[in-house]
């Protein structure tokens, strides 16, 4: 089924031993589209230290419970390489947290080309300003920080980004939820993340390759999860 990515923050993760934290964000690539990280604040016990949980370690989503179930005892979370929450993490950190958890390294594979899986991916830190470059990994970003960024048609500006749909099997970024903004009054549209044509990060933008008037006349989505994925496909039908 598909979710809402904007509704995981919050959850608590459950350990096999007791609660480790609740997820404050979620990290995505955004040349494959993928959720590589779960940003989790822990609670007391750790003074309140900020981890890292790959999706590889989920065992299942408790959406009812608003609980996120992962293989990892708290001894193992405890334990694991720290942090420097001001810095964007070198290759060199992401790959001891790899080794540290045992975690697959996956670097290398064709955006859009290949049947998502949750594999473990370089994290990302929070948008640095424009005027700090990146020494992290570029195509990392947090789900908080892209939620309003503008989108553009082919020939103007359509509202903003309100949302991620994921695959909560694969976590896979399927969908992308536009708020169409007070020249549509508001409607909510699903977009694909392949039709993106650029992203400016530093002026907070995506461009996709759609005319106004096709979305204009695209028929609502009306934001309720979980969404099956052929109710989605046959909104999406519209562009073809």
Avoid at 85 to 107: C, F, M, N
Avoid at 214 to 239: K, M
Wanted: hydrophobic share 40%; charged share 25%; glycine share 6%.
């Amino acid at each position: 089924m598909l979710q809402s990515v904007g509704q995981v923050p919050g959850f608590s993760i459950q350990a096999m031993d007791g609660e480790i934290g609740v997820i404050e964000d979620l990290y995505f690539d955004d040349l494959r589209w993928s959720v590589r990280y779960l940003v989790v604040r822990t609670g007391t016990w750790l003074s309140g230290r900020r981890v890292l949980i790959s999706p590889v370690s989920v065992q299942r989503l408790d959406w009812p419970q608003r609980r996120l179930h992962v293989a990892l005892t708290r001894e193992q979370v405890k334990g694991s390489p720290d942090i420097d929450e001001e810095k964007p993490v070198s290759r060199q950190h992401e790959t001891d947290l790899s080794a540290y958890y045992g975690w697959p390294i996956y670097w290398n594979i064709e955006p859009f080309g290949f049947e998502p899986v949750p594999v473990a991916m370089p994290w990302a830190q929070p948008l640095p300003p424009p005027d700090k470059p990146a020494n992290g990994d570029p195509h990392l970003r947090s789900a908080h920080e892209v939620k309003g960024y503008r989108i553009e048609a082919q020939n103007g500006s359509v509202g903003h980004l309100s949302d991620f749909v994921f695959d909560e099997d694969a976590w896979q970024i399927r969908l992308i939820v536009a708020d169409a903004g007070q020249w549509l009054h508001h409607r909510f549209l699903l977009l694909r993340p392949e039709w993106i044509q650029s992203i400016s990060w530093a002026e907070r933008h995506l461009t996709v390759r759609l005319s106004v008037d096709s979305i204009r006349t695209s028929p609502q989505f009306h934001p309720a999860f979980p969404l099956r994925a052929e109710d989605a496909e046959q909104l999406l039908r519209h562009y073809e």
